[in-house]
């Protein structure tokens, strides 16, 4: 017979249990209230999208039996899609059943009065240091069979990640190497590529960046005793640590991880100088992790006039060392072995998002990325991004290293030319400022490919700043002074066409075109660098050229171009226009005549006025194909080859007076030879 006092406490708990379970089955049902008509919810398995059609915003669905948490939909294009997920099966009394005491824990964190689990956040774990420290407090092994038996749901993973986090806070105080094996375990099991989809499911988009931050503060109070080169050694989370001196010449840490569940993987190493080394008055210790995955799940905080996401092409790699030693050499091995490297980068834990600025690339060879970083309490991680615009095909860099080759040899001719035919060809104003066009595009284009290759050979952190500034600067004013010459070259064409009774004097088309050739250019060059470079915004950060995705600095030079070409393709409409102006009676073979000389003048002024980069919008649409690359690459890599060839050879003037210049050459060296071979001359030789 049990007391009358026991049988009263049973009811009461009894009681408290059912009312507690009614009182949740009637918020539910006051939830959906709310929810628009038409849309049921369903209990027990777990609907793939929402029933009826996609009219309201979003509708929500419960979770599948033995889970708690609700599933969003957002309605996208009258379609439903997955936006949230706030599904767990994980709760304070599950991780700790089985174990001594669990009766005591699962009241102590009813006592603790845990907000019910809703539709914005995961169940808090307030009280899971205190079951740890009952349970197991060595080595927290007591919660570990309960997280990896649990299926990795986006509710379960913020679960862990609090759970995770709860950890760092209050058990920090004394960390072993048995405590980082466990908490490493853990922290593997929300890391697995399996459940990498579900981290975009978190209603909270700063679970990856807390993560991150508590496996770090929980690897700076591990306590090293002696060397030990593998602590955690998991599938998607390593952690390494040695004790380290100033005596010691250097210190690397190495890393082979697989970024899938295959024997093909990558590698990253960071290597502590000893310069670096040189600067601990007493023994230290570093500790390194790497995880191969966590690069896909970080989500950056919200970058402005930052439009496409900033992948990761590597190894994420942690660093804990004393305070007083701060720069760090990283190698990278690429996920993407096919595709270019934007930047070395640190993530900034307090911003939330990588930052340029933490690193330096020294290198970028093949398949391997060497980065020299800087340590700080607010950026321990690194890795590399990769450049999803810049197209890695051979074929372009073969296309281009040819084709600027070509380009330069054909200008230099192209000038040589003009200078042996000039006295013959200027006779009037407008041929005079027709070459004297020419000229300048050809010097202006000659002068923007030599100062092109010098800047791809430069990194704008690696090398010095000021002088990739300069190569910077002095790359957008020879390139706008060439568009601005080819638009004054379109605009004597105009002029050449409409006026034709009144001519203007040779010193006023002089004035013009050198306003517009170099005033204007050096008026937008000057203004770019006036407002950008104070804030370190005026180049990017990989190579030595106008930045685009802080300052927009290339605007500058986009806007004013693709101008250009809409003006100068207008002018040769024009042009084409008024060639075919048709003859009274005219025969076939007359309009064939038309067509074959519209069709020259296309040819010559497509090259003299640009309209190639025209095709560089076709770049810029996402996924493109690369052979629109290719014929972009191949149209403007050989610009200065078909400036000399329809600007300059089929330009029967040019080459009337270039003969007429050969012939004198000639008739002036057979006139030297028959003078020295004259009578008299020889009458002169034999009488000396």
Same mark, same amino acid.
């Given at each position: 017979m049990k007391s009358p006092a026991t049988m009263i406490c049973c009811l009461a708990l009894f009681l408290a249990t059912e009312c507690s379970h009614y009182r949740s089955k009637i918020d539910m049902k006051d939830r959906h209230k709310y929810q628009s008509p038409g849309r049921k919810s369903t209990v027990g398995k777990t609907q793939e999208k929402c029933q009826g059609a996609c009219t309201t915003s979003y509708c929500v669905q419960s979770c599948a039996k033995h889970?708690?948490?609700?599933i969003g939909f957002t309605c996208n294009q009258k379609k439903w899609q997955k936006?949230?997920?706030?599904?767990?099966s994980l709760s304070v009394e599950t991780l700790f059943q089985g174990s001594n005491g669990a009766s005591r824990v699962s009241i102590a964190a009813a006592s603790a009065s845990l907000p019910n689990l809703n539709f914005r956040a995961p169940e808090p774990v307030n009280s899971v240091a205190q079951g740890i420290r009952k349970n197991c407090p060595l080595d927290y092994g007591c919660i570990i069979n309960v997280v990896k038996s649990s299926e990795a749901t986006s509710g379960n993973i913020a679960f862990i990640v609090e759970l995770l986090k709860n950890i760092s806070i209050d058990l920090s105080d004394s960390v072993t190497q048995e405590k980082m094996k466990s908490y490493g375990k853990v922290a593997n099991h929300i890391l697995d590529t399996a459940a990498v989809s579900n981290w975009a499911f978190i209603p909270d988009k700063n679970a990856s960046s807390d993560l991150l931050q508590s496996v770090n503060l929980f690897a700076r109070q591990l306590h090293l005793h002696n060397d030990s080169d593998s602590i955690v050694d998991e599938l998607f989370i390593q952690t390494k640590g040695f004790r380290i001196n100033h005596s010691i010449s250097e210190k690397r840490f190495?890393?082979?991880?697989?970024?899938k569940n295959t024997t093909e993987g990558i590698s990253g190493m960071i290597e502590i100088p000893r310069q670096e080394l040189w600067k601990l008055q007493n023994a230290s210790q570093a500790v390194s992790i790497a995880f191969p995955t966590l690069g896909a799940i970080l989500n950056e905080a919200h970058l402005q006039n930052v439009s496409l996401p900033r992948l990761v092409n590597g190894l994420v790699l942690s660093v804990v060392l004393a305070e007083n030693l701060k720069q760090i050499l990283l190698t990278f091995e690429k996920t993407n072995k096919s595709q270019s490297s934007r930047a070395c980068v640190g993530w900034h834990s307090r911003k939330r998002r990588w930052d340029e600025n933490a690193c330096v690339m020294i290198r970028d060879i093949r398949n391997k990325v060497r980065c020299r970083c800087d340590s700080s309490n607010a950026v321990m991680s690194f890795s590399i991004l990769m450049s999803p615009k810049s197209i890695t095909d051979k074929?372009?860099?073969?296309?281009?290293?040819?084709?600027?080759s070509v380009s330069i040899l054909s200008l230099i001719f192209c000038l040589i030319i003009e200078a042996m035919v000039w006295s013959r060809v200027v006779v009037t104003e407008i041929s005079y400022m027709r070459h004297v066009c020419?000229?300048?595009?050809?010097?202006?284009?000659l002068t923007a490919n030599v100062c092109f290759i010098i800047a791809s050979n430069f990194n704008s952190k690696a090398q010095n700043y000021n002088l990739c500034v300069a190569v910077t600067f002095f790359s957008h004013f020879f390139y706008l002074s060439l568009f601005f010459w080819m638009l004054f070259k379109a605009l004597l064409i105009i002029y050449g066409i409409l006026v034709v009774f009144h001519r203007m004097m040779k010193s006023c088309m002089m004035a013009i075109g050198f306003a517009i050739g170099y005033g204007c250019p050096l008026v937008i060059a000057v203004t770019t660098v006036a407002i950008t470079e104070p804030g370190k915004g005026y180049m990017r950060p990989e190579a030595c050229w106008l930045n685009w995705d802080s300052t927009k600095a290339l605007l500058a030079f986009v806007i004013p171009a693709l101008v250009i070409v809409v003006v100068n393709l207008l002018v040769v409409f024009v042009v084409a226009v008024n060639t075919q102006r048709p003859f009274i009676g005219s025969s076939k073979s007359q309009d064939v005549a038309i067509i074959m000389r519209i069709s020259k003048n296309v040819a010559i002024l497509t090259p003299?006025?640009?309209?190639?980069?025209?095709f560089g919008i076709t770049t810029l649409i996402e996924d493109i194909p690369s052979v629109f690359h290719i014929i972009f690459a191949l149209l403007n890599a050989f610009q200065g080859f078909f400036i000399l060839l329809f600007g300059t050879i089929m330009d029967h003037k040019i080459t009337?007076?270039?003969?007429? #210049?050969? &012939?004198?050459l000639k008739g002036k060296s057979r006139?030297?030879?028959?003078?020295?071979? #004259?009578? &008299?001359?020889?009458?002169?030789?034999?009488?000396h």
């Open positions: 889970f708690r948490g609700e936006s949230t997920e706030t599904c767990t190495n890393f082979s991880m697989s970024t074929v372009l860099e073969y296309i281009t290293c040819i084709g600027l020419i000229v300048n595009i050809a010097v202006w284009l003299l006025l640009g309209l190639t980069w025209g009337d007076a270039l003969k007429m #210049s050969m &012939t004198l006139a030297a030879e028959n003078a020295t071979l #004259s009578p &008299t001359n020889g009458s002169k030789l034999v009488n």
